[in-house]
């Protein structure tokens, strides 16, 4: 039988002990032995917790099980907790694992049969290793906590202006606490809060003062509105350590209320006096209407008006173009307009002033996609068009194919004339170190012709796949053609086909990538290329 392997580890001290992906591997490799199974594939996760399936070897794997033509029938782990720690997870992907013929199978806790106690064992397996999971998590967190309380840190880079040192308890114990940092980085958040509060200076413009000076971040890079934002809503200047401020285990990050957060009063130096920092909160409040607030625990944030947002790039720096409104009691006001992220954030010394209309470029990019989308699903346009690009995938990589088996000849010729230069005595001293080169990069190319020739291969359109296509294409279509489509919607299917849409911002001519994809399989993919209107 053949098997993937997929093992996991989720930190670095369980790779210092028994459960470390080695061992797990070679107690895998010796079962496989054992039974005379073949393994095809290694799926390795490092660092990553099975409290839930974000983990991006376990969905490769997955996603290739789902396969008719997968390389495997059964995938092996150490123990069933390596699979998942989570009973719900467990139970859906088992089950759609076993819809798609494909086993899994723990070498340490054997439940392979069918019958009524192995269903019965496998399951209290999975409990013990779900609630393994939540007590472990519980003791964890109550010890962060009490640590929390005690002033000392629970990990994680503290903020611009502090370090972290570690100070010994006995027993050879040792708890880190914050302490100051450079002079000189104290001297700059004092006068970040002094600019903001006395000067009506902003954040983006006392981003870019410290730029203009050469003050480099906490990281060494160049300041931004958000971080100069960040700073002054810090409470950590304060000498007030704030702790469980936000929910991590679910996807986004997410506020909780401040009488869920733990708070310690002079847990560290304070650098702000409490004055200046209520002033700085004030004059946030005043200057963004309410701005001020450091969270805004469980507040529904409207959909974003910008449907083209994530997929338009700066064609400058690489920017993500954002969505911004002008104020409506400007002459001209009430626009919206999409601008360079990177202008936005750190001003026009990092990228200069670009911005294009939203309805124009909005209507530009419908247009256009509605025109090439009408096109594909006319007659069996799709099918040939993904088995055209297929065949030219294939082309590239006979030609690159090619070209890689000329150089290996051509080094192999040289290598072996230069040796036998060597063993007649007519050799230069410099022979053997260009002789050592060649050999290498022969090996570099012949590895590259490897991976050429392994991505070759033959265009399979699952039929199933091609109605669903179709009929996600259609639904677009229909949204583009809403006179008032749902933003939301629109961007949440148009994403699906579009990665990225850059404007040349000399031409204005609007290049739009759209591409058709199977998993993380590309099947398709065209540049579309349309005009900026004329006024």
């Known amino acids: 039988m053949k098997v993937a392997v997929y093992a996991r580890v989720s930190s670095e001290k369980q790779a210092e002990k028994e459960l470390s992906i080695p061992a797990q591997l070679k107690a895998i490799q010796q079962y496989c032995q054992n039974k005379g199974w073949i393994i095809t594939n290694e799926y390795l996760e490092k660092g990553k917790s099975a409290k839930t399936d974000d983990?991006?070897?376990?969905?490769?794997?997955?996603?290739?099980?789902?396969?008719?033509?997968?390389?495997?029938?059964?995938?092996?782990?150490h123990k069933f907790d390596r699979f998942s720690r989570n009973r719900e997870d467990h139970i859906i992907y088992k089950a759609l694992l076993k819809k798609c013929g494909v086993q899994v199978i723990s070498v340490t806790e054997q439940t392979e049969g069918e019958s009524p106690q192995d269903k019965l064992l496998e399951g209290m397996l999975e409990v013990m290793s779900e609630f393994f999971n939540a007590n472990l998590a519980t003791e964890v967190t109550k010890g962060m906590r009490q640590n929390a309380k005690e002033g000392y840190s629970n990990?994680?880079?503290?903020?611009?202006?502090?370090?972290?040192?570690?100070?010994?308890?006995g027993n050879k114990k040792t708890k880190a606490v914050w302490v100051l940092g450079?002079?000189?980085e104290i001297d700059t958040v004092r006068w970040i809060f002094n600019q903001y509060?006395?000067?009506?200076?902003?954040?983006?413009?006392?981003?870019?003062?410290?730029?203009?000076?050469?003050?480099?971040?906490?990281?060494?890079?160049?300041?931004?509105?958000?971080?100069?934002?960040?700073?002054?809503?810090?409470?950590?200047?304060?000498g007030r350590r704030c702790w469980n401020k936000q929910e991590y285990q679910t996807k986004g990050v997410k506020w909780r209320d401040r009488s869920e957060w733990v708070i310690t009063e002079n847990a560290h130096p304070a650098i702000i006096a409490k004055d200046l920092f209520e002033l700085c909160q004030s004059k946030a409040k005043d200057r963004h209407k309410g701005g001020g607030q450091t969270h805004n625990p469980f507040q529904t944030k409207p959909h974003s008006p910008f449907w083209l947002r994530g997929m338009l790039y700066c064609d400058k720096c690489g920017s993500r173009m954002v969505g911004n409104s002008t104020s409506t009691t400007k002459v001209h006001g009430g626009q919206k307009y999409y601008l360079c992220g990177?202008?936005?954030?750190?001003?026009?010394?990092?990228?200069?002033?670009?911005?294009w209309r939203k309805e124009t470029l909005e209507g530009v990019v419908t247009n256009k996609l509605r025109t090439a989308l009408v096109r594909l699903i006319m007659n069996d346009q799709l099918e040939d068009e993904i088995r055209k690009n297929h065949a030219e995938?294939?082309?590239?990589?006979?030609?690159?194919a090619?070209?890689?088996?000329?150089e290996i000849q051509f080094l192999e010729k040289r290598i072996h004339q230069m040796e036998q230069e060597l063993a007649d005595g007519r050799g230069r001293i410099y022979y053997s170190e260009v002789i050592s080169e060649m050999k290498q990069e022969r090996q570099s190319k012949k590895s590259e012709l490897t991976l050429s020739q392994q991505s070759k291969s033959t265009a399979m359109i699952d039929?199933?796949?091609?109605?669903?296509?179709?009929?996600?294409?259609?639904?677009?279509?229909?949204?583009?053609?809403?006179?008032?489509?749902?933003?939301?919607?629109?961007?949440?299917?148009?994403?699906?086909?579009?990665?990225?849409?850059?404007?040349?911002?000399e031409s204005k001519v609007v290049h739009i990538m759209f591409q058709i994809k199977n998993d993380e399989n590309v099947l398709y993919q065209k540049t579309l290329v349309a005009e900026w209107p004329t006024k």
């Open 55 to 77: 983990r991006p070897e376990f969905q490769k794997m997955i996603a290739i099980a789902k396969r008719t033509n997968r390389p495997f029938d059964a995938i092996l782990v």
């Open 155 to 169: 990990g994680g880079t503290p903020p611009y202006g502090y370090r972290i040192e570690h100070i010994a308890l």
């Open 182 to 184: 450079p002079r000189e």
């Open 197 to 238: 509060a006395y000067e009506g200076v902003g954040y983006k413009k006392i981003s870019n003062l410290l730029n203009e000076k050469g003050v480099p971040t906490q990281k060494g890079g160049q300041w931004s509105a958000s971080t100069i934002r960040a700073i002054v809503y810090n409470e950590a200047y304060l």
């Open 342 to 355: 990177g202008y936005m954030r750190k001003g026009k010394a990092f990228c200069p002033y670009v911005g």
């Open 393 to 400: 995938q294939n082309q590239h990589n006979n030609v690159n």
């Open 402 to 406: 090619a070209a890689l088996e000329t």
């Open 463 to 505: 039929e199933h796949f091609i109605i669903s296509l179709k009929e996600r294409i259609t639904s677009l279509i229909s949204l583009l053609e809403n006179d008032s489509p749902n933003p939301q919607s629109l961007h949440e299917t148009v994403h699906k086909f579009i990665p990225q849409v850059t404007i040349h911002r």
